[in-house]
């Protein structure tokens, strides 16, 4: 556990410090390209690195105010804008583990999560008060804010008014960043503990082996509540210093207009089967894109192959999950096979096992197990569960 993501924080900053807050490595690039554009929405109004990170700074001054101690939970269940960016940036920098939910949970399905997480402060949205306030007062939340998609609620509005956090909190590569709960589709759902020295070295990792570069754009059309949306494309462009054109929701028309002025797009294979449903969809619409990208999901062949002869790009797949971030990727050049997800990423030992854990290397069939700093630390409160995750030699079961 003591060298994850220690070498992300020595790549980055040539030498040991003392802190491994996961902002930290982005802080540098806020500071470097203050006055870059960092999130550009489809219609071209632009919010800088300088402002996401003054903003970050006033919402975790908001949130310490509140009551929320580093270490504390906060759960977030609010839209896609800046201002949940600017959110995300502010429980990282404050030392308090970001917790993400989907948006199309219902208040019977917060409330679990609520009572699960123990939060310091819930956020949700203005127009859904009269329905999750009462959830947060039966689970006994310290706190809650209101954030809507535009800029407003109390949250918003608090951070207008108060001195900004000053720094960045102090936190070891073990500590809790974020937690994000899986589905539950084998019982109820667990929050899966991911760590800043986890997250860091994975952030890393893609950064380096997708070739980011600079003049990269990133267009984003992905939600912003699970590890896809909210790390993998997000950190690899704050790591580029990148401008990310930043669409509130998946649009095959605002997608092929505004894939002109990107270099990459990250999305899953509905996203692809949408684009090659639309016949005026084809090469003139990807001159610029240097890389295109999807996971979340198995991609068939037959899209695969499509996509490839209508635009001549060849799609990158990658596969990993929530406990893993990304666990291997396909290079971004040369030969690329569909259905195939490519090479473990630095750091990341990968093996095919069966039931008895016994390494499979004859090609029959077996199960993926990972071990590597890209881990996340445990289940919440499950302490049985994330050991039965594990093998005695310390691999991770993904299922």
């Given at each position: 556990m003591d060298r994850r993501g220690h070498s992300a924080w020595e790549r980055h900053h040539g030498e040991h410090t003392l802190s491994h807050n996961i902002y930290e490595l982005f802080a540098t690039k806020f500071g470097e390209h203050r006055d870059d554009p960092f999130l550009t929405n489809p219609d071209g109004e632009s919010v800088t690195y300088g402002q996401i990170d003054r903003r970050s700074a006033a919402m975790a001054a908001v949130l310490a105010d509140g009551g929320a101690q580093p270490g504390d939970r906060v759960v977030v269940q609010v839209d896609k804008s800046v201002d949940a960016v600017a959110l995300y940036f502010a429980c990282l920098r404050g030392g308090f583990v970001y917790v993400p939910l989907n948006t199309a949970y219902t208040a019977d399905e917060i409330g679990f999560f609520l009572g699960d997480a123990e939060p310091a402060v819930f956020v949700y949205p203005p127009d859904l008060a009269a329905?999750?306030?009462p959830v947060a007062d039966i689970a006994n939340v310290k706190r809650t804010f209101t954030l809507s998609h535009n800029g407003g609620g109390t949250l918003a509005e608090t951070a207008s008014q108060v001195t900004a956090l000053g720094g960045v909190v102090e936190r070891s590569a073990e500590a809790v960043a974020c937690m994000l709960y899986t589905s539950g589709t084998t019982g109820r759902p667990k929050g899966a503990m991911l760590?800043?020295?986890?997250?860091?070295?994975?952030?890393?990792?893609?950064h380096h082996i997708w070739r980011f570069r600079p003049g990269d754009v990133l267009l984003h059309t992905l939600p912003i509540f699970h590890v896809h949306g909210l790390f993998v494309a997000l950190h690899c462009a704050i790591l580029n210093a990148s401008e990310v054109i930043f669409c509130d929701r998946f649009d095959v028309g605002t997608v092929r207009s505004n894939l002109k002025a990107a270099t990459v797009y990250m999305g899953v294979p509905t996203h692809y089967v949408r684009l090659l449903n639309d016949p005026d969809f084809g090469p003139q619409d990807c001159q610029t894109i240097r890389m295109f990208t999807s996971g979340?999901?198995?991609?068939?062949?037959?899209?695969f192959d499509e996509f490839?002869?209508?635009?001549g790009h060849v799609i990158c797949e990658r596969y990993g999950m929530t406990e893993c971030g990304i666990i291997s990727s396909n290079p971004p050049e040369g030969q690329r096979v569909a259905g195939t997800v490519g090479y473990a990423l630095p750091e990341m030992e990968l093996r095919v096992a069966d039931d008895k854990d016994q390494v499979v290397d004859n090609g029959d069939v077996g199960q993926v197990q990972v071990m590597g700093p890209h881990l996340f630390s445990g289940y919440w409160l499950l302490p049985d569960k994330t050991s039965e995750s594990f093998t005695a030699d310390g691999f991770f079961r993904t299922g």
């Open positions: 329905k999750l306030k760590t800043h020295g986890s997250m860091a070295t994975n952030a890393v990792a893609l979340s999901a198995p991609m068939t062949e037959v899209v490839t002869e209508r635009t």
